[in-house]
C-alpha cells in the first residue's frame, strides 16, 4: 500500500464560513501519522448536528471545515503503530473516541472518552488542506470528504458483509436515539413512554422504546406526517401540540393518569415539556437532541418529587464496543435502519440533503461519497 507514504487528492464538501452552502472542492488528505487511519468514505448521513455546526453554533474558530460524522468506510492504509485494523477492512469512524485507558472509558457507568473532543467541534490538528489553507475536520472524522484520517481510537471495525450505505447510520443518529431509550432511560418492558420529536432519532428512541418492551409508545411531533414512519418502529399513539391550546405536558398527563413513566426529548429545545411529561414519583426524562445553545429550567420540587433528567450522549454506547454489536443487531435483523434512509444522493448534492433536512422533508439522506 503505497499510498500510506503520499498525499491524496480527493473531493470534498467544504464549509468556508458559517451559514453558507458548502463547496465541492479539491482536497488534498495527508497520509496517517502515527495511531492514524486513513479511510475512504463510501457513505455518509446527513444529520442534524452538521447544521447546528453550520447554521446556528456559529464558532467562526471551527471554519473551513469538512463536516459529516455519520459515515462509513474502507481503511485505505493505516499509519505505525496501528495493530488491529488493515487496509480493506470496512469500518465506521466515530465522533466519540474510546481509547481504553482514561478513568471515563474504565468506567462502566458512561461512554465518555478524555482523549475525545467535547469543547471544540472542529479540532485544530488536521489532515485536510485546500487551496493552500488548513481545513478543519469536524469531531474528528469529516465524512463528507472521499478520504479522510481519523485516530485509531475513533474507529470502528465492523462485518465485512455490512452494507456501507446503511450501517453509516449508526455513526451516529441512529446508535444516539436507540441507545437513549435502551442504555440511558433504561425503559422497562410494560411502561408507557413519550418520544418527543420524529426526526432519526426520535425514531430510533421509539425503536428503542420498543425493544425495551414499552406498552405504550406516545410519538409527539408538530410535523403529522411523520406518524406513519413512526408506526413503523413502534409509536402506538401520536401527538401534535399543534392541535391542542394547553401545554402538551397537560396533554400528556390526562393521556396516561399523570404522566408517562419515560420521557426523550430528541428536539434540542423543549427539555422542560419533556420533564414536566413524566409522571411523579419515578418519571424518568432523558436529553437527547443535541444542543448548547441557551440554558434551560425546572422547578425544584418537579425533582424534589421524585423525577430524574438526565442526558445521552451516542445513546450512551461506548463507541468502538458498541458499534460493531448494533451492526450485528442490523444483520440479525433486531435492529431497523433501511426504513430511515428516505433519500439516496451523491456527495455533490449535499446542499439539496440540508435542504430537505432544513425543510423536515426527509428523515435520512444517505449520500454515495466514494466508489467502493
Known amino acids: 500500500w503505497t499510498t500510506a507514504v503520499s498525499v491524496i487528492k480527493c473531493r470534498a464538501a467544504v464549509a468556508w464560513e458559517p451559514s453558507k452552502p458548502l463547496v465541492m472542492e479539491e482536497i488534498e488528505v495527508a497520509p496517517p501519522q ?33 463536516l459529516g460524522h455519520e459515515g462509513a468506510g ?15 477492512d470496512k469500518v465506521i469512524p466515530l465522533f466519540i473516541s474510546q481509547c481504553g485507558q482514561c478513568r471515563f472509558c474504565k468506567s462502566p457507568k458512561t ?59 449508526l455513526g451516529c443518529g441512529v446508535a444516539t436515539g436507540y441507545g437513549a431509550a435502551l442504555n440511558t432511560a433504561k425503559v422497562e418492558p410494560g411502561s408507557t413512554c413519550a418520544v418527543f420529536g420524529l426526526g432519526a432519532v426520535g425514531l430510533a428512541a421509539v425503536m428503542g422504546c420498543k425493544n425495551a418492551g414499552a406498552k405504550r409508545i406516545i410519538a409527539i411531533d408538530i410535523n403529522p406526517t411523520k406518524y406513519e414512519k413512526a408506526k413503523v418502529f413502534g409509536a402506538t399513539e401520536f401527538v401534535n401540540p399543534k392541535d ?20 426523550l426529548e430528541c428536539v434540542g429545545s423543549v427539555a422542560r415539556s419533556a420533564l414536566e411529561s413524566c409522571v411523579k414519583g419515578w418519571g424518568v426524562s432523558v436529553l437527547v437532541g443535541w444542543t448548547d445553545m441557551d440554558d434551560f429550567a425546572a422547578r425544584p420540587i418537579q425533582l424534589i418529587a421524585g423525577r ?46 440540508i435542504q430537505l433536512m432544513q425543510t423536515g422533508d426527509c428523515i435520512r439522506s444517505v449520500l454515495s461519497v466514494a466508489l467502493q
Request: proline content about 3%; aromatic content about 10%.
Open 34 to 66: 502515527a495511531h492514524e487511519i486513513r479511510i475512504k468514505i463510501v457513505a455518509t448521513g446527513v444529520c442534524h448536528t452538521d447544521l447546528y455546526h453550520l447554521f446556528e453554533g456559529k464558532h467562526k474558530d471551527g471554519f473551513p471545515c469538512v
Open 74 to 88: 474502507i481503511v485505505e492504509s493505516v499509519g505505525s503503530e496501528v495493530t488491529k485494523f488493515n487496509p480493506g
Open 111 to 169: 461512554n465518555l472518552c478524555e482523549k475525545g473532543w467535547y469543547d471544540v467541534m472542529s479540532e485544530s490538528d488536521t489532515r485536510f488542506t485546500c487551496k493552500g489553507k488548513k481545513v478543519l475536520q469536524f469531531m474528528g472524522t469529516s465524512t463528507f470528504s472521499e478520504y479522510t484520517v481519523v485516530n485509531e481510537i475513533a474507529v470502528a471495525k465492523i462485518h465485512p458483509s455490512a452494507p456501507l450505505d446503511k450501517v453509516c447510520l
Open 244 to 263: 391542542h391550546n394547553k401545554p402538551i405536558s397537560q396533554v400528556l398527563h390526562e393521556m396516561t393518569n399523570g404522566g408517562v413513566d419515560f420521557s
Open 308 to 353: 430524574t433528567w438526565k442526558g445521552s450522549l451516542f445513546g450512551g454506547f461506548k463507541s468502538k464496543d458498541g458499534v460493531p454489536k448494533l451492526v450485528n443487531e442490523y444483520l440479525e435483523k433486531k435492529v431497523k435502519l433501511d426504513e430511515f434512509v428516505t433519500h439516496n444522493m451523491t456527495l455533490a448534492q449535499v446542499n439539496d440533503a
